[in-house]
């Protein structure tokens, strides 16, 4: 059964050059427990196709649905309520918040939740354990290297228990070694039930990925299982 | 972890941001609350001032025809209608009476000295002298008093008359040593008049109790003169109570042009202040736009976002606030009083903290809001740019 249901999804954008269409009609099904990656070019509308997956950014036309909820007919406090418990991101950068340490980093998404200091403590220091930070929790961003950042965002997208996780060229600024701990990690995370969509360009990090989905000029132009 | 820590935290990482903006708020509670102190300390010195400076209070019989003493109406002494002694522990009996600083009865009689007209006026020298605190008198030293068989003669009086210090003058065949002579004052009744001891002149001219009139100097720095006066005519029958209303609109002036002047300043140091605040808010929520589209991302609402600005410029400006009030409060008791010359003294007024909390906490929110409200608004796709 689909957790994630694009229907007819079209986003156009007004740039220097007129209307630009960054997604044409894009329809696609993502089942939950699926580890699926988004590959194509440099602006072929798969990170547009990914924030609006993420209930980032509403679409032009056409319908998001997930869980059986229509995402962006939310009111916009809600859709943020959403994010908050369906979504995780790992974003390109990590995006850590520099002044905080790789803990209270983890600790974001439960600021906004009703759960005592000491349980939020709790949680967090158990993902970054999960992730392998456990004894770097009091770091702060800058203290860490790229793949512990990375790590450290991904615990973050995890804390909360969302049902997915919306990476972004996770392994974009990583080592091939790195890399390939952190899609390992990925994919530790999916057995455990967590649905991942990860945008990539590189060809290398499909064979962790259980199904594939092509992107070109906005369009998805086939797919690919592994 | 709660959205203040957040704050906290990133109050902590801009050390000088947060101090610019720390700095800024104590710059403008410091002088405001300098300004307010000081002023007011200008207002009691005036007051105090224009209260010592003369009566402000004058207490007449009602009928009979009228002469004139330093341009004030007054009643001729030989007039039947006259005021005696009886009627001071009357006016100290009034509602307002402890706003009666200085009651100092007058006996009017005019009298020949080697051949002179010469007006004498009897009076009570303690009260006299207390009410008149700007004679600069010849001859007797602060505090000192004339002898009962002294006088002291006004500088027009002094000279026509002929007389020095520690002369005698005949008054009514009596012999009167001049204990002091009177620096010329510029009025009439002080340059042209002999004064001699009130009870002296009454047994003199042979009036007993009899006075011409009453000058009372009234603090009415607080107080309602027209009460105080409605007060006194009410227990004073047969009297004219006259507050002199050049006195007070006099001092009323120089009051309402001390609060113009503090209230422009204190405005002005407000806006500036506020727009200090929303200036460094303003750039400090585009310099964090990422991080804020980072927590819009992963579910913070509007309010969290506002919540969080609002928190960092409320715990800043009160931080601000209370450094402001303490070197504010600290400049006017120290260096306040010498620096306008205001002979007062401004005491620590704890009571201004609140205050000064309050206005800080407020120009904070409100110069914060509209930075505050763009960075909720901002679209996290936006602010993430690259998605």
Known sequence: MSLIKVCEVTKTYKGGDGVVEALKNVNLEIAEGEFLALMGPSGSGKSTLLSIIGGLNPPTSGKLIIDDIDVYALEPERLADFRHEYVGFVFQQYQLIPYLTALENVMLPLAITSRPGKEQREMAQTVLDKVGLGNKSNRLPNQLSGGEQNRVAIARAIVNQPALIFADEPTGSLDSKTAIELLELFQALNRDGLTIIMVTHNKENLAWVSRTVYIRDGVLEAEGGN | ?387
């Open chain 2, 1 to 387: 972890m709660r959205l203040t820590d957040i704050a906290l935290q990133n109050l902590r990482r801009r050390k000088m941001r947060s101090a610019l903006l720390v700095i800024s708020v104590m710059i403008g509670v410091a002088s405001i609350i300098f300004l307010y102190t000081t002023t007011q300390a200008m207002k009691e010195d005036v007051a105090n001032k224009l209260d010592q400076y003369g009566s402000n209070i004058l207490i007449l019989p009602d009928t009979g025809e009228a002469m004139t003493f330093g341009g004030i109406t007054v009643e001729a002494p030989a007039q039947v209608k006259e005021l005696d002694m009886s009627l001071i522990p009357l006016m100290k009996t009034i509602k307002n009476k402890e706003t009666l600083a200085t009651i100092a009865p007058k006996l009017l009689v005019n009298t020949q000295i080697n051949g002179q007209e010469i007006l004498l006026l009897g009076v009570d020298f303690p009260q006299e002298l207390h009410l008149k605190k700007w004679w600069k008198l010849e001859g007797l030293s602060k505090g000192q008093l004339p002898a009962k068989n002294e006088v002291i003669l006004g500088s027009d009086a002094a000279r026509s008359l002929g007389l020095s210090l520690q002369q005698t003058a005949s008054i009514k065949g009596q012999d009167f040593k001049v204990a002091a002579i009177i620096q010329p004052t510029g009025s009439v009744e002080n340059d042209q008049a002999v004064f001699i001891d009130l009870a002296v002149l009454q047994k003199l001219a042979n009036r007993p109790n009899a006075i011409s009139l009453i000058e009372t100097a009234a603090f009415c720095y607080t107080c309602p003169i027209a009460e105080v006066t409605q007060q006194l005519t009410a227990i004073l029958p047969g009297t004219k109570v006259t507050a002199l209303k050049s006195t007070l609109e006099s001092r009323n002036d120089t009051i309402r042009q001390f609060n113009l002047f503090a209230r422009s300043v204190s405005l002005i140091l407000f806006l500036a202040s506020s727009l200090v605040i929303t200036m460094t808010m303003k750039s400090s929520v585009e310099e964090r736009t990422r991080e804020i589209g980072i927590l819009r991302a992963i579910g913070f609402r509007k309010r969290h976002i506002l919540q969080i600005i609002l928190t960092e410029a409320g715990l800043l400006s009160l931080l601000g606030g209370l450094l402001g009030y303490l070197l504010g409060m600290g400049a006017a008791v120290n260096f306040g009083a010498a620096l306008v010359k205001a002979q007062v003294h401004i005491p620590w007024q704890s009571n201004l903290l609140g205050y000064a909390l309050g206005a800080s906490l407020l120009i904070g929110l409100v110069a914060s809001f509209y930075p505050a409200w763009k960075a909720a608004r901002l679209d996290p796709t936006e602010s993430l740019r690259y998605i």
